[in-house]
């Protein structure tokens, strides 16, 4: 049995061409399922591959979510988005950071050789704006710090970036930010080589229960459209296709962490064609 969940996807989905340069990026967005108490394993699981290959020149900047642990401060959502009431704001930052400094600690216990980097709002590693008023301090990003990014890329391993951003409207110091979309902003702006989006799906389900093997992006929107699929499948489905579709990013996967299976759930190749249920066994 391989010791490393993340073994086959990066062997045999990343090109050897990035394993010989010092510059493969890779973005992983963790889901708040994988961060609550009784999935710690699958968690430390997943930790555990990114200190192996962030050891063998693999550059991983981790985004986090962490819904369940806000859900009591910002209940509402509106298209996939969470409704931000401005008065919240600060104990939404602290919940965030304390995910950030718990994945840190995670990582360092596992080995990792530097120590990973928190690239909170303070950094303005990336800025927002308000997405919609109706949405309050609910931002949607829009600047990125290049010249940061360059400099800690010669320098760290890994970066935990939590879903909280600088924000560019004065009314707010920071705004909330939908993880999903913000790893797809990172990946484009750092030219990521893949993105791994990490979820607790089943797959893109149609309305008679079945698996959708072989989407299109147009298959996407129409089964948002009907209400088949939810509007947070919808964001991560979507922006992962139009990143692979116009080659921003090499390789953009949605997938789930399971224990004993190293791949499973909607894959997104590199042709943007969407498959379901292609495992590599362990």
Known sequence: MKDYFLLDILEHQISSYFFAKND???????GGFYIQDDKQHLL???????????ERNIFFIIVH?????????????IGGYRVTPEERLN??????????????????DLGSSKEPLILNHDTRFVSSVVKNDSLGGTGTPL???????????????????????????KRYDYLNVNADVLAYFIAVNTFANYLLVLTDSDG?????????????????KNLHNNKIISDGMYLKSIYCAELV??????????????????????????SGTLFVNKNFSN
């Open 24 to 30: 493969c990026v890779v973005v992983v967005k963790i």
């Open 44 to 54: 430390d699981q997943l930790l555990k591959d990114i200190v192996y290959w962030s």
């Open 65 to 77: 979510g962490g819904g369940y642990c806000i859900e009591s401060l910002a209940p509402n959502k």
């Open 91 to 108: 104990e939404i930052n602290f919940r965030f950071a304390v995910i950030s400094t718990e994945l840190k600690a995670k990582l360092i």
């Open 143 to 169: 600047g990125f710090y290049s010249n940061l990014f360059c400099d800690i890329r010669n320098k760290e391993n890994i970066c935990i970036v939590p879903p909280i951003t600088h924000s560019y409207d």
């Open 204 to 220: 893109i389900i149609d309305d008679n229960g079945n698996t959708l093997l072989d989407p299109s992006t147009s298959d996407i």
């Open 245 to 270: 579709a116009s080659s921003m990013v090499h390789y953009a996967k949605i997938t789930q962490v399971v224990e004993g299976v190293s791949l499973k759930n909607t894959i997104i190749n590199d």
